[in-house]
RNA sequence: GUGGGUGUGGCCUAAUUGGUCAAGGCACCUGGUUGUGGCCCAGGCGAUUGCGGGUUCGAGUCCCGUCACUCACCCCA
């Protein structure tokens, strides 16, 4: 066992894996900007309040599930748990409902939650953020689900479909958990303990509850859809006939409802299989009331977070190939002082060249071992350069793939390898 | 937080079920070629078998504890 270990849930990711990452987030920022989102980056911390206020006190990731810590000042600070809470406030700080409406900003990084690690499931993770303020119109719900959709269709993930629900909102909401909490406390004593707390806590949540004792009971509950008000019946039609007409599959689920407060009108997630016992991809929704209750102007506002973690496992479970990583085409190899010298400068003027270049190191080495070397990087040319070359002003340049050699004059390596790589 | 599984060199695996066996493969380094890679051959580096304790004449192998990793529950990315 190495002395020193990643703290639990937390990832190493290899040069190997980097192809993966770099092409899952080229994707991501190039179809954003494709669809007009400019990037905002956030700090990686906020202070608590702002997560703790817009999550809500009762959920887990508020809970139990924050990286909370007091700075040197005694600040009360808490590592993101998710991007929403934390551009909502930068949205109001630096007063961008005044420019364009809406704004459509994205964000990638890092996000941090103190769950048990499992398959599909880290302390640290990266999300890709997209975020629609100042819009109650559906076709931005509709951008939002597009946008993430797209995203797995580049990627090579097929076959996906939307988890799709309205949750109705202050006005329509309010009613139907009344409802659902009076169906279930005329069998209380039929449910789980967790819903005996749930029923007080967030009512909706039993909903999601997967115990078997409260199955059956689930199956007569009474369903939001029939309880929306006309405004959030009619904005949740709008966004399913969008999905109809750009052939985005979803499927209703009217016992989705999402692990955070803030949500009203549009939830919804995409599953896939292979992650372990994860099955979400992403998850987003509506919060018009968001942005009013962190003491901005009140605006309504839609957004999605994708697990990029869950991506790279998909695609490397799908064999979908990553991007090429781009590494130098040329090796130097030197024998003797004098030609190391020269090399030192040839390293120099091919990189000013534009020409990626690898340099042999160490002093004594033969040059059965700086060849291997070139071997082992891949390199496409190995340049020699012995005392023998350099009186004669030349190099010895090994086409490696060929397995042949050309004489090239100093004065015209850089030229003549620039013709050849790149 | 709760439960299950696992823990041998950088990686993968072995050790006749307590008796010199800590072995093999991959990788790495050197040499076979006084200046030529990939294949081959030879050699080499590298592990107090996660840690601590116990049983025993003797433990990688049994027991206890502990730590770590991992999977799962809750919930999510």
């Not at 007063?95 to 499931?121: C, H, M, N, W």
């Not at 869950?310 to 030609?339: C, D, H, N, Q, W």
């Amino acid at each position: 066992m190495p002395t020193y270990q990643r703290p639990p849930g937390t990832l190493d990711i290899l040069p190997e894996d980097q192809p993966y990452w770099s092409r899952v987030r080229t994707h991501a920022i190039h179809l954003a900007e494709l669809a007009g989102f400019e990037r905002l980056d956030t700090p990686m911390f906020e202070a608590t309040e702002v997560f703790a206020r817009s999550i809500g006190q009762g959920t887990d990731v508020v809970e139990k599930e924050m990286y909370t810590f007091l700075d040197q000042g005694g600040r009360d600070l808490t590592l993101r748990p998710e991007f929403t809470a934390g551009v909502v406030r930068a949205y109001i700080e630096n007063g961008l409902y005044v420019e364009v409406s809406p704004q459509k900003l994205f964000s990638i990084g890092p996000t941090f939650r103190y769950d048990r690690p499992q398959a599909g499931r880290y302390r640290q993770f990266t999300q890709f953020n997209a975020e629609i303020l100042g819009e109650q119109d559906p076709a931005a719900d509709l951008e939002i689900m597009t946008l993430v959709w797209d995203l797995y269709a580049r990627l090579g993930l097929a076959d996906l479909e939307f988890q799709l629900n309205s949750t109705g909102c202050p006005r329509c909401r309010p009613a139907y958990v009344e409802g659902l909490r009076a169906y279930y406390e005329d069998h209380s004593d039929h449910i789980c303990d967790d819903c005996q707390r749930r029923l007080e806590q967030s009512p909706l949540r039993v909903l999601d509850c997967k115990a078997e004792a409260c199955q059956p009971l689930l199956e007569r509950a009474p369903r939001i859809q029939n309880h929306l008000c006309e405004e959030c019946a009619q904005h949740f039609a709008d966004l399913r006939e969008g999905l109809d007409l750009l052939e985005r599959r979803y499927v209703l689920n009217h016992r989705l409802v999402r692990g955070l407060d803030y949500y009203t009108k549009t939830v919804f997630e995409v599953w896939a299989a292979g992650i372990g016992a994860q099955s979400a991809l992403c998850g987003g929704g509506r919060y018009d009331g968001l942005v009013g209750l962190l003491g901005g102007p009140e605006t309504p506002g839609v957004g999605v977070a994708v697990g990029l973690e869950r991506i790279v496992i998909l695609m490397k479970e799908l064999g979908v190939e990553p991007s090429a990583p781009r590494t130098p085409e040329v090796f130097l190899a030197y024998l003797g002082e004098a030609p190391r010298r020269r090399s030192l400068m040839l390293m120099d003027e091919l990189r000013r060249g534009d020409v990626g270049v690898y340099l042999a190191m160490g002093r004594e080495r033969g040059l059965r071992s700086q060849l291997r070397e070139a071997d082992k990087r891949a390199a496409r040319y190995t340049v020699i350069l012995g005392e023998v070359e350099l009186e004669r002003g030349k190099a010895t340049v090994r086409d490696m793939k060929a397995g042949d050699q050309a004489d090239v004059d100093l004065s015209l390596l850089v030229t003549w390898l620039r013709e050849r790589v790149g």
